[in-house]
């Protein structure tokens, strides 16, 4: 398969906790994406880091880019109950005219 | 960010017909369109890429005479599921990129098919 592997697949936290998701790829890429999809519905960008950064944040979001190990770390803090979603990681190969390849995905539950 | 939509949001139909699906770019020129598939729990899974003008590419394993898809302007992208079966029911998501992208593909909402 030429998808990525993410774990946990699922996880589940009280509300103000800390939430981490890793994600491991298996080719070279440019870039790497973390969306987030709540039950049903279309998917939410969050965050591209590039192939060059290590680390990226944006608001209680931090992820974090390893391209020896070929993983990526999805950090939520302060959780809220909003945050329940699934949360995929996505790659782009260098050739791969912007394909994306989806890890499995997360189920994050936030416990009020 | 850019605006993509699909129509319809929900589709039903019985087994043996066939369902459009439509994607827009509503705010910018998709130079590229992308169409996923997600079954239940499931991640998403490229079907196709979709050049404007141009035909589509398909991924090992998926039946091009089955879905059928047209780029036909830089705003729209249409996947036609012909003669659906309830295997076919799923969650389809388009996405559309552009030139001034700067590498991020922008969703739709995605479409839910399900086939009596």
């Known amino acids: 398969s030429q998808q990525g592997e993410e774990d946990p697949q699922a996880l589940s936290i009280q509300e103000g906790e800390n939430a981490t998701m890793n994600c491991s790829y298996k080719?070279?890429?440019?870039?790497l994406q973390w969306y987030r999809q709540n039950s049903g519905r279309g998917l939410v960008h969050l965050i591209l880091i590039r192939s060059n950064e290590r680390e990226k944040h944006s608001g209680r979001l931090r992820v974090t880019l390893d391209t020896s190990k070929k993983s990526s770390s999805l950090l939520i803090t302060a959780s809220r109950a909003a945050d329940t979603a699934s949360y995929f990681c996505?790659?782009?190969?260098?050739?791969?005219?912007?394909?994306?390849?989806f890890g499995q995905g997360t189920r994050l539950t936030i416990n009020p | 960010g850019a605006v993509v939509s699909q129509h319809p949001s929900r589709v039903i139909c019985k087994s043996g017909t066939s369902v459009k699906i439509e994607c827009r770019s509503l705010?910018?020129?998709?130079?590229?369109m992308f169409w996923y598939r997600q079954f239940p729990k499931q991640s998403l899974m490229l079907m196709a890429t979709?050049?404007?003008?141009?035909?589509?590419?398909?991924e090992q394993g998926v039946e091009k005479d089955k879905f059928l898809i047209n780029h036909a302007s830089l705003t729209l992208s249409t996947l036609t599921v012909t003669s659906a079966h309830p295997e076919d029911s799923s969650f389809y998501i388009c996405?559309?990129?552009?030139?001034?992208?700067?590498?991020?593909?922008?969703f739709g909402p995605g479409t839910r098919l399900t086939v009596l």
């Open positions: 080719t070279s890429i440019n870039n």
């Open positions: 996505a790659t782009d190969r260098i050739q791969g005219a912007q394909k994306l390849v």
């Open positions: 996405s559309a990129y552009g030139l001034r992208s700067y590498n991020e593909q922008f």
């Open positions: 705010d910018f020129q998709a130079t590229t």
């Open positions: 979709s050049n404007e003008g141009s035909k589509a590419t398909y």
